[in-house]
């Protein structure tokens, strides 16, 4: 475990100084970007409908509450990088609609508004300081990383979901 968190620490170090040298294009950002939407989409098909509302126990998010949470965060950290309020929010908990077909319509949705919105940085905004949750200062840059660390964590989270329906989870896509 330690070994892992190690490697997590190194990876996110690297990441963060790659982008704070600007070395990581816009392009590069939004070719990440598109093949996480892909991946996702990966899991949402490999879901079976019955399965959109499991949960591994009560207390937990049922696999389209995850991800319906995962988009929730993409708006809200778009949004927060760009400096407006985001076009959508609350949908894990206001969304009664929740099959595959819907949840996945709303889950696209909301990452080709994150893509978008990382269009419309240009590399000055991207350097430009924000607070953000009101308590952490970083770049509007950092801000997507943090947006894309968040989704690949709550994505994952559902591997287990799969396997619990009995469902063989999508190969790895780390390129």
């Known amino acids: 475990m330690k070994m892992l968190r190690t490697w997590a620490f190194l990876f996110l170090l690297t990441a963060g100084a790659i982008a704070a040298q600007g070395q990581s294009s816009t392009d590069d950002v939004i070719k990440e970007w598109e093949r996480a939407k892909a991946y996702t989409k990966e899991y949402l098909d490999a879901m079976p409908d019955s399965g959109y509302g499991f949960k591994p126990t009560p207390d937990m998010r049922s696999f389209a509450?995850?991800?319906?949470?995962?988009?929730?965060?993409?708006?809200?950290?778009?949004?927060?990088?760009?400096?407006?309020?985001?076009?959508?929010?609350?949908l894990e908990k206001s969304t009664t609609d929740k099959s595959k077909a819907n949840i996945t319509k709303?889950?696209?949705?909301?990452?080709?508004?994150m893509i978008a919105s990382i269009k419309k940085l240009t590399p000055a905004q991207q350097s430009e300081k924000i607070k953000l949750f009101g308590r952490f200062d970083l770049t509007k840059g950092e801000t997507v990383v943090k947006a894309f660390?968040?989704?690949?964590?709550?994505?994952?989270?559902?591997?287990?979901?799969?396997?619990?329906?009995?469902?063989?989870?999508?190969?790895?896509?780390?390129?």
């Open 65 to 90: 509450e995850q991800m319906l949470h995962l988009t929730d965060a993409n708006y809200m950290f778009a949004a927060t990088a760009l400096g407006e309020k985001p076009p959508v929010t609350g």
């Open 106 to 113: 709303l889950v696209l949705a909301g990452y080709d508004y």
């Open 149 to 175: 660390e968040h989704q690949t964590h709550h994505r994952g989270q559902t591997t287990v979901y799969l396997r619990l329906e009995g469902v063989k989870p999508p190969q790895e896509r780390l390129f």
